[in-house]
């Protein structure tokens, strides 16, 4: 699941034991916030590089995504290519 929530979240905790589920989280960005990120990027100050350790086209995604969720692979992040 990825969403962006201003509330709080709870989890019934047996069900997300016997899921063996993990939670990541990240900070609560603002537009604000992604238009400077955006104009770091496009303008090469930020460079992405590093962290897109893995990409696959469209067609090729299903394909890779389990290898994507196991942590011997290494993915920091992982691009589609679309188009």
Not at 25 to 42: H, M, P, W
Not at 43 to 52: F, K, N, V, Y
Not at 56 to 65: P, V
């Amino acid at each position: 699941m990825v969403s962006l929530v201003q509330a709080d979240i709870t989890f019934n905790d047996p069900e997300f034991h016997r899921k063996e589920l993990t939670v990541f989280a990240t900070r609560n960005s603002t537009a604000a916030d992604f238009r400077r990120i955006i104009s770091l990027i496009e303008s090469g100050t930020a460079d992405t590089t590093p962290w897109i350790t893995h990409r696959a086209g469209f067609d090729g995604m299903i394909g890779e995504f389990e290898n994507w969720l196991d942590p011997e692979f290494g993915v920091i992040k992982a691009m589609v290519e679309v188009g």
